[in-house]
């Protein structure tokens, strides 16, 4: 199975700033990338797939890049309801596999 | 309106079975491929099990012998039935439409709100 590793597993940030956070897979895997948000006691959501595609309906502050093993989700002015846990998710190869997830809270 | 429901989630004996369910809204269940995904108390995601528009089944190896994906179309509904159930299967299960772009990109597009089932003595 591919391993995917995000960091940092959390990080404390304040509203306005830019954040990135990094994924990295244990194999290349094109850009078979997706990124889901999940607030505390509810699903995630798509933010963005294909590594770079935003979802239809989610802000342009978030931004996805990568190929091959690294990738990077940035948001590039934090507001208040982006704090939540982010996690990426590989779909290059069966079985799908996911980050561990990044924790973003308010500073 | 797109929807995905679950419903059935209990407290189980080990070694006891469950069937949860997803009722869905908004497409057809039978032209799509869906999955289980699952999430134990303060952990990560997990994929549980796929079905795809065809028929075709697949199971992550913690559940394969012991779970089975299943779908009624005319109920437009999913079903997983967990079998021989342990305690670390206690988690919150969500029911997943995975959607695709670019030919052969594939995302997890619409997430039901989950059922939790415990795993307890």
């Known amino acids: 199975d591919i391993q995917m590793t995000q960091s940092p597993s959390s990080l404390s940030a304040s509203v306005g700033d830019r954040i990135t956070i990094t994924c990295r897979a244990s194999q290349k895997i094109s850009d078979y990338l997706n990124w889901y948000q999940q607030k505390p006691g509810k699903a995630p959501k798509l933010l963005i797939y294909?590594?770079?595609t935003l979802q239809s309906g989610v802000p342009s502050r978030f931004s996805g890049s990568g190929s091959g093993t690294d990738f990077t989700l940035s948001i590039s002015s934090l507001q208040p309801e982006d704090f939540a846990t982010y996690y990426c998710e590989q779909s290059d190869s069966s079985p799908v596999t996911f980050g561990q997830g990044t924790r973003l809270d308010l500073k | 309106e797109v929807q995905l429901v679950e419903s059935g989630g209990d407290l189980v004996q080990p070694g006891g079975s469950l069937r949860i369910s997803c009722a869905a809204s908004?497409?057809?269940?039978?032209?799509?491929?869906m999955r289980w995904v699952r999430q134990a108390p303060g952990k990560g995601l997990d994929w549980v099990s796929a079905?795809?528009?065809?028929?075709?089944?697949y199971y992550a190896e913690s559940v394969k012998g012991r779970f089975t994906i299943s779908r009624d179309n005319s109920k437009n509904t999913l079903f997983l039935q967990m079998n021989s159930l342990r305690a670390e299967d206690t988690a919150v299960y969500y029911c997943?439409?995975?959607?695709?772009?670019?030919?052969?990109?594939?995302?997890?597009?619409?997430w039901g709100k989950g059922t939790t089932v415990t795993v307890s003595s």
């Open positions: 908004g497409f057809s269940v039978s032209d799509t491929y």
């Open positions: 997943v439409r995975v959607g695709q772009d670019y030919g052969d990109y594939y995302f997890m597009d619409v």
């Open positions: 079905i795809y528009s065809g028929g075709s089944k």
């Open positions: 294909a590594a770079s």
